[in-house]
């Protein structure tokens, strides 16, 4: 059983940092994309950040100069590094996986449980 953890979240002041990360378990997989996506009460869920098995990353406008994406393929993990944030930056972010489980050719996405971020003074 495929499973997605993130950890990380938490309060944070304006202009603070956190790092989120997700990690991937539960067997056998080849991992394509991940990203973390996050939603705001009230709102939709955004795609915030996402990382290529080739390491190509994509940043919303809202995040970029800000936000960093990053994995470490050997442990199945993605990271988001989160600096200068803002009080709408306060969200659950949720990590998501792109990815199959041999010998199925089924590509796949995996979503995690989500983390809180909040940010205010």
């Known amino acids: 059983q495929v499973q997605l953890v993130e950890s990380g979240g938490g309060l944070v002041q304006p202009g603070g940092s956190l790092r989120l990360s997700c990690v991937v378990s539960?067997?056998?997989?080849?991992?394509?994309?991940m990203r973390w996506y996050r939603q705001a009460p009230g709102k939709e869920r955004e795609l915030v950040a996402q990382?290529?098995?080739?390491?190509?990353?994509y940043y919303s406008e809202s995040v970029k100069g800000r936000f960093t994406i990053s994995r470490d393929s050997a442990k199945n993990t993605v990271y988001l590094q989160m600096n200068s944030l803002e009080p709408e930056d306060t969200a659950v972010y949720y990590c998501?996986?792109?990815?199959?489980?041999?010998?199925?050719?089924?590509?796949?996405?995996?979503w995690g449980q989500g983390t809180q971020v909040t940010v205010s003074s």
């Open positions: 998501n996986a792109n990815l199959r489980i041999p010998p199925s050719v089924v590509v796949r996405d995996y």
């Open positions: 539960g067997g056998i997989f080849s991992i394509n994309t």
């Open positions: 990382i290529t098995s080739g390491g190509s990353t």
